[in-house]
């Protein structure tokens, strides 16, 4: 008889999250900018590096406006930094941060990426000697400290505070449905779908957890670019804060979805879910006044509608 208890406790945990800090900037031979996460790059050379940014079958840029759930998005095929992830992370030795492969795959990438910024630097015309390094960093901590104290982002850090503590608390409540739902299978009673309910909660707390600390890392982010933009230059062009919130709005519509599901389930938690609610939809709707053209945001190949 199929059990569906295990999947409802393991899913009560708190699961291991990836990081959304190390990436790093390039551009190729014909300067389009593009961005990749820099530990795919190890030992793959520059030409065969650049090469594979010039297929066509990629959308430039859907890696910078995406939530790096690359499990659940229907992109993959037509995305660079999965095409390079899976070309360089096919060894599950590579992918395992204890193993002496990873440390050797990371020191490459750092050689691979001066390389390349050297190159990129020549190019452009830009003497990195004569960058201000302290300044930089100066102003740098400074639009840190700024995006933190920011009420956003403290309503993030809050929220994903207390996705912890519900989930903590609610552990018996999942071990007590797993029961449940097992007894339904064992019983099968007609009309009833234990092995449904069991997913749709299984899929309601994979959101919830998948995004319960990126929108804090995303507003983080559209926080910090939005504080180093200028105005003049970026009138007529589509601003990167603004596609950082899109996706940090998204991921709270998402969320709050989740959390009616959650609801669902266990009914006898209705006012505590009903306070993460709230909490979440006023983070929302001050996200939109901060970031107002955020909604509208054009993500590339996610909001863009093919022709032909």
């Not at 031979?29 to 190890?42: Q, Y």
């Not at 065969?48 to 993959?76: H, Q, V």
């Not at 749709?200 to 929108?215: C, F």
């Not at 006012?271 to 945001?297: M, Q, S, W, Y």
Request: glycine fraction near 4%; charged fraction near 35%; include cysteine.
């Amino acid at each position: 008889m199929r059990s569906v208890r295990r999947p409802i406790e393991k899913y009560a945990t708190k699961p291991k999250f990836r990081d959304y800090s190390s990436y790093s900037h390039f551009y190729t031979a014909d300067h389009c900018r593009w961005r990749i996460d820099e530990r795919s790059m190890d030992r793959m050379d520059k030409e065969r590096l650049k090469k594979l940014a010039g297929n066509p079958k990629f959308i430039p840029g859907i890696y910078n406006s995406c939530d790096r759930w690359c499990e659940r998005c229907p992109f993959t095929s037509r995305c660079l930094n999965f095409a390079v992830g899976e070309e360089q992370f096919n060894d599950p030795k590579s992918r395992d941060i204890n193993n002496k492969a990873f440390w050797a795959k990371l020191s490459e990438t750092f050689r691979l990426t001066l390389e390349m910024l050297k190159e990129m630097a020549e190019e452009e015309g830009i003497d990195l000697d004569s960058i201000d390094l302290e300044k930089g960093v100066e102003e740098e901590r400074r639009r840190r400290v700024t995006a933190k104290n920011h009420e956003c982002s403290r309503a993030a850090k809050v929220y994903g505070e207390m996705v912890d503590n519900w989930f903590d608390s609610a552990k018996g409540l999942f071990e007590k449905k797993g029961d449940e739902l097992s007894l339904k299978v064992r019983l099968e009673i007609p009309d009833v779908n234990p092995i449904g309910e069991a997913a749709s909660l299984k899929d309601a707390v994979e959101i919830i957890r998948w995004y319960q600390h990126q929108i804090y890392v995303k507003l983080m982010r559209a926080i910090r670019g939005s504080l180093q933009e200028r105005p003049e230059i970026l009138d007529e062009f589509p601003r990167d804060s603004d596609g950082s919130a899109k996706v940090a709005l998204i991921a709270m519509d998402r969320s709050i979805a989740a959390w009616g599901e959650i609801g669902n389930h266990f009914p006898e938690r209705e006012d505590d879910i009903l306070d993460l609610l709230v909490h979440l939809d006023r983070l929302r709707r001050k996200t939109e006044k901060v970031f107002p053209a955020a909604r509208a945001f054009v993500r590339p190949g996610f909001d863009e509608v093919e022709h032909g």
